[in-house]
């Protein structure tokens, strides 16, 4: 009798025991197809260089279609250059003086400005799509939303650079030194919006370069270059009177955006990620979607 009732008890609670249901990722569901967007795997060549040069190209349609604002641009740049002289920061004028007085340095300068840009960002992009393949995609997000969010700031905030201002006695030294090197000047300077300085993307993209680098690379050596190349950038875009200061902490603000959109993408900082896309485990977003989700 007494065992009847325990073995009649035991029934009745596993009956009446709430059934926990295990929320699975089914092939074929929405959150199947998020996940596997978002997990690491390895990039494609073919795909890679479409999407680069499709990406670059649209991008420079999109930069070169802001109306070139003159009036308002160069009434940006002089109200920048009233902030930066009340802030006690506006030495781009020296500077350029200054380094526009040593001929093979600012010659230099010129052509680091014009070829470095695309050099050693597409060099940075090879080198982790090749060694880093887990890691790939998640770091070109980086550069692609900061690039992205960059042209907002060309469209709402036109701005020329300091060779442009009137009165204010800045050198346009590819004019000058009769280099090639910025598109905005000489005989290339129809082919680019002249009053897209605000944010900077070679201060965007050379800081990308040099965090990637700094954050990947093993060898103390190229960790220690990859921290310069953006500090070497900055003297060049001030020196060379392309860009004012406060345009590099607009490149700065832009890159952190860049930062943010992969971080809440792909559940973690880009470095952070496996290095070889076998080596991923569950994608850290879904796991944390599926403790919320599972009835406890």
């Not at 006695?169 to 300085?197: C, E, P, R």
């Not at 190229?222 to 875009?237: C, F, H, M, N």
Request: glycine fraction near 6%; charged fraction near 15%.
């Amino acid at each position: 009798m007494g065992e009847s009732s325990v073995k009649t008890l035991e029934t009745r609670t596993d009956v009446s025991s709430p059934v926990v249901v295990e929320t699975e990722t089914r092939p074929g569901s929405d959150r199947a197809l998020l996940s596997r967007l978002r997990a690491p795997r390895r990039p494609r060549i073919w795909f890679e260089i479409l999407l680069i040069a499709v990406s670059y190209w649209t991008y420079s349609l999109i930069r070169n279609a802001v109306p070139e604002q003159k009036s308002i641009a160069l009434a940006n740049a002089d109200w920048i250059w009233d902030v930066e002289r009340t802030l006690g920061i506006a030495v781009e004028q020296s500077v350029n003086h200054a380094v526009n007085s040593v001929t093979w340095l600012i010659v230099g300068m010129n052509y680091y400005y014009a070829t470095l840009h695309f050099v050693v960002t597409i060099g940075v992009l090879v080198w982790i799509y090749r060694f880093h393949p887990g890691r790939y995609a998640a770091t070109r997000l980086v550069l692609f939303a900061t690039t992205g969010v960059a042209l907002v700031g060309y469209y709402l905030y036109p701005l020329a650079p300091p060779r442009l201002m009137n009165g204010q006695d800045f050198i346009d030294t590819v004019l000058v030194h009769h280099t090639w090197g910025s598109m905005a000047s000489g005989n290339l300077k129809h082919m680019s919006n002249q009053y897209a300085a605000m944010p900077s993307m070679h201060i965007g993209w050379s800081l990308w370069c040099g965090l990637t680098i700094f954050a990947v690379a093993s060898a103390p050596w190229a960790r220690i270059l990859g921290l310069l190349y953006p500090t070497a950038t900055l003297v060049v875009i001030v020196a060379t009177a392309n860009h004012f200061w406060l345009d590099a902490v607009g490149g700065m603000i832009c890159l952190a955006f860049g930062y943010a959109v992969s971080r809440t993408w792909y559940g973690s900082m880009p470095h952070r990620l496996p290095r070889h896309p076998e080596q991923a485990g569950p994608h850290p977003a879904s796991e944390l979607l599926n403790r919320f989700r599972t009835p406890r």
